[in-house]
């Protein structure tokens, strides 16, 4: 979904197009396995990600995707969530001032599989993915700066 429309759908169908704080009540997909969050940075910025080190994001739209094989929900109200304590590599990036979660999307198919399909360049090689055994190399996919960037992730 474009970043540019999901606010307006959201006030148009807020059942099917929840605020963030709203994703923990939100049962859209029971056999989900996986999730995409999709992310807009406002700016260039350097950030810490945990034991990886430093790494500079280019201003733009990224696609991270992660799983959880129980509690989807919880995990992306806690992804969300202003308040948490550092566990996941996502967790550095989504702390920083001009950082936003725009959507995101869930999936029946396993992480790797979607993360595959999704297009993409990689900025932090092993983003999410150093427990990863396939080869994904990373779970967060620059999509470049443009908001058209956006419709170059996989589609659910």
């Known amino acids: ?28 997909n029971p056999g ?6 999709h992310i807009r940075i406002q700016k260039p910025i350097v950030v810490r990600i945990g ?4 790494f ?3 201003a733009g739209f990224y696609v991270y995707t992660g799983s959880g094989k129980r509690n989807l929900d919880r995990r992306l109200a806690r992804h969300l969530s202003q308040s948490k304590r550092f566990r996941w590599h996502i967790d550095y990036l989504l702390s920083k001032v001009g ?6 999307s869930l ?8 993360n595959k399909t999704t297009a993409g360049e990689i900025v932090v090689p092993r983003f999410g993915a150093t427990d990863c055994r396939n080869g994904c190399g990373s779970h967060l996919k620059f999509l470049g700066a443009g908001q058209d960037s956006m419709e170059a992730r996989s589609e659910p």
Do not use: I, T
């Not at 950082?99 to 995101?104: A, F, I, K, L």
């Open 1 to 28: 979904m474009l970043v540019e429309d999901y606010e307006e759908r959201r006030r148009q169908s807020p059942a099917r197009f929840p605020r963030h704080r709203e994703a923990a009540a939100m049962n859209a």
């Open 32 to 37: 989900a396995k996986s999730y995409q969050l």
């Open 51 to 54: 034991k990886l080190g430093e």
């Open 56 to 58: 500079e994001f280019p």
């Open 99 to 104: 950082v936003r979660v725009v959507g995101y």
């Open 107 to 114: 999936f029946v198919d396993f992480e790797c599989d979607v």
